[in-house]
């Protein structure tokens, strides 16, 4: 694929994913940051405020400021943009390879923005779970991690289904 459609694909979802994650954390930082947290479908679905200085699910969030600066600041956000790279440089990505990936940087750059504007912290938000069985609170950035790295995983795992299927013809 040549490198202008693979900016066309990678941009529009870039923008998507960045530009929702930082309106919705304004969101919560403007109308949940001194309130109490607000439940929806009998609680299934909690809004709440939280700053988190870890990585997904707090993974992290004990460890010196140093050591969380260098790893998710500087290690992520290399990685980051060498993802970014890749998708650029490397021609044969099918294009749910590069929407998949691009779902991921988008994530990622959303919550890297958080940690160099807000002191290391990503802002949080969400939290879902039926009574005691709840996830930990996460944001519009996880979400689209997420999905992107199991899309990835998904039509990673079709595509070498296929190969294999093929060099046994």
């Known amino acids: 694929m040549k490198l202008m459609k693979r900016v066309l694909l990678i941009a529009p979802v870039l923008l998507c994913c960045v530009g929702c994650d930082q309106l919705t954390k304004n969101i919560a930082r403007q109308g949940l940051a001194n309130s109490e947290p607000i439940s ?50 490397y021609p044969h990505n099918s294009k749910a390879h590069i929407i998949s990936l691009s779902l991921v940087i988008g994530g990622g750059v959303g919550n890297l923005i958080d940690r160099i504007f807000n002191e290391g912290r990503v802002i949080d938000f969400l939290n879902v779970g039926i009574g005691p069985l709840r996830t930990g609170v996460f944001n519009v950035a ?28």
């Not at 980051?80 to 890749?86: C, E, G, I, P, Q």
């Not at 999905?147 to 299927?165: H, L, M, P």
């Open 142 to 169: 996880d979400i689209v991690i997420s999905c992107g790295i199991v899309w990835f995983i998904a039509t990673s795992s079709k595509s070498s289904k296929r190969e294999c299927t093929e060099s046994f013809r």
């Open 40 to 89: 929806f479908l009998n609680n299934m679905v909690r809004l709440q405020y939280s700053e988190n200085p870890g990585a997904f699910l707090s993974l992290g969030a004990g460890s010196p400021e140093t050591i969380r600066f260098w790893i998710f600041t500087v290690c992520v956000g290399g990685f980051l943009a060498s993802m970014f790279v890749y998708l650029l440089v």
